[in-house]
Nanobody, 121 residues
Framework: QVQLVESGGGLVQTGGSLRLSCAASGRTFSSYAIGWFRQAPGKEREFVAVINWNGGSTYYADSVKGRFTISRDNAKNTVYLQMNSLKPEDSAIYYC??????????????WGQGTQVTVSS
């Protein structure tokens, strides 16, 4: 079982950047594809990006493609989400979770606390 903790959120202006981190515990971290999801107030949680177990494949939601980059460092048990050109509509709580790459859905029903991203206009 892998446990994940998100960090790196904050308040930025439109056009700014943030890098989120998803730190994992557990020996099996490198076996999992890891995805980022986000949930804005009053909205459903949505898929943002996913990276496969070795970092060889990545997929993005259309809304973030070209602006966000997902990466991982298995030696550090960490997945990153570099977010550039941020927009107010990117404001949400961001979560990471082991993910099924083919359907972009989380494997676990358990979610961490997430990290809040707020983009001011």
């Amino acid at each position: 079982q892998v446990q994940l903790v998100e960090s790196g959120g904050g308040l930025v202006q439109t056009g700014g950047s943030l890098r989120l981190s998803c730190a994992a515990s557990g020996r099996t971290f490198s076996s999992y594809a890891i995805g980022w999801f986000r949930q804005a107030p009053g909205k459903e949680r949505e898929f943002v990006a996913v990276i496969n177990w070795n970092g060889g494949s990545t997929y993005y939601a259309d809304s973030v493609k070209g602006r966000f980059t997902i990466s991982r460092d298995n030696a550090k048990n960490t997945v990153y989400l570099q977010m550039n050109s941020l927009k107010p509509e990117d404001s949400a709580i961001y979560y990471c979770n082991p993910t099924r790459v083919d359907v972009r859905r989380p494997l676990s029903i358990n979610w961490g606390q997430g990290t809040q991203v707020t983009v001011s206009s």
